[in-house]
C-alpha cells in the first residue's frame, strides 16, 4: 500500500535529467579570473607609461614656452631697431616667418597644455 506522498509523487510528470551534458570546470573559471588578473597588470602598466609620457610632455611644454619667449624678445627688438630705421618690420618676410611660426607654437602647446592638464587631473 503506499502512502499518501507515494501516490502525489507517482502522478507528476517525470522529467529525466541529463546531467552529464552540462560541464562545470572550475579550471575554465580559475584561468578567465587569471586572465582578467592580467589584463589589470597590463593596464596599471599602461597607466604608468601614460603619467610617465605625461612628465615628459610637461617639460617639452615648459621648453617651448621658454623659446616662445626668446623668440617674441627677439621679434620685439627687431621691431623697435627696425622703426629706428624707418623699416616696416611687419612686413618683412622674417619677421612674418617668426610671427607665424610663434603663432603656431603657441597653439600647438596650448592644446598640449589641455592634454597634459586632462592626465594629470585624473591621477
Do not use: C, T, W
Not at 623668440?71 to 621691431?79: F, G, Q, S, T, V
Amino acid at each position: 500500500m503506499k502512502s499518501n506522498i507515494e501516490k502525489v509523487y507517482s502522478k507528476l510528470p517525470q522529467k529525466k535529467h541529463n546531467l552529464g551534458k552540462h560541464k562545470f570546470s572550475a579550471k575554465d573559471m580559475k584561468e578567465n579570473a587569471s586572465a582578467i588578473g592580467e589584463y589589470r597588470d597590463k593596464i596599471v602598466k599602461e597607466l604608468s607609461n601614460i603619467f610617465n609620457a605625461n612628465s615628459m610632455l610637461k617639460e617639452l611644454i615648459d621648453e617651448a614656452n621658454e623659446n616662445i619667449d626668446y623668440l617674441e624678445n627677439d621679434m620685439l627688438d627687431y621691431a623697435v631697431k627696425s622703426e629706428e630705421l624707418g623699416i616696416d618690420y611687419e612686413n618683412q618676410d622674417d619677421y612674418k616667418f617668426a610671427r607665424s611660426e610663434k603663432n603656431s607654437l603657441q597653439s600647438f602647446v596650448e592644446d598640449a597644455e589641455y592634454l597634459y592638464d586632462a592626465i594629470e587631473n585624473f591621477g
